[in-house]
């Protein structure tokens, strides 16, 4: 029985969810040329995606679409939903805080990951208007890590190869695990 596609299974309205070590979230992904019904249709899915998996942020290749979109939702309360489309840093702070990251894509593993505090971004929103977000703390981590997979890189490949072996091959046994269930 072939290991791939290691998916995380959604409702039909859902979208799945790639998990590592899933060749596909290596795939850089493309800017997106126009914002249309397609892609704001992809967004209303991501969110919902995100939302159902109790996630903060997705971004587009890690349900194996590779372009460049990313929605993300920091608050308590998920009533802040932001949609990031072909974003690009502009800038990054020089100060950096070591944090605790986990990913949809990467299951019940959590480590630290060095982030730069605060961030200033710019991007088209849900409607393809350009703007620019001044983000820190969490939102500026959160960013940067959904950023990450626009350019096919897996917050466990910041890990040390000894961490990141014994978190694909746990994945991997759990992943066999499930099929034989």
Not at 46 to 69: K, N, P, S
Not at 114 to 125: C, F, G, K, N
Not at 132 to 157: N, P, R, S
């Amino acid at each position: 029985m072939p290991l791939w596609p290691i998916l995380i299974m959604t409702s039909p309205s859902l979208l799945d969810i790639l998990c590592y070590p899933d060749p596909r979230l290596h795939t850089v992904a493309q800017p997106v040329p126009v914002v249309d019904e397609r892609i704001r249709g992809l967004i209303e899915r991501m969110f919902a995606t995100m939302y159902d998996a109790h996630g903060i942020g997705l971004a587009a290749t890690q349900v194996d679409v590779h372009e460049r979109v990313i929605v993300i939702d920091v608050s308590e309360t998920r009533d802040q939903p932001l949609v990031l489309i072909n974003p690009k840093i502009e800038w990054a702070s020089p100060e950096t805080r070591r944090g605790e990251e986990g990913c949809l894509s990467v299951p019940g593993i959590y480590d630290g990951v060095e982030r730069s505090v605060s961030v200033r971004v710019t991007a088209l929103d849900g409607e393809g208007q350009s703007r620019t977000i001044e983000a820190e703390g969490m939102l500026a981590v959160c960013i940067q890590h959904e950023m990450d997979h626009l350019m096919g890189k897996v917050f466990v490949e910041y890990l040390s190869p000894l961490k990141r072996n014994r978190i694909k091959h746990k994945l991997v046994k759990a992943h066999r695990e499930a099929l034989r269930a």
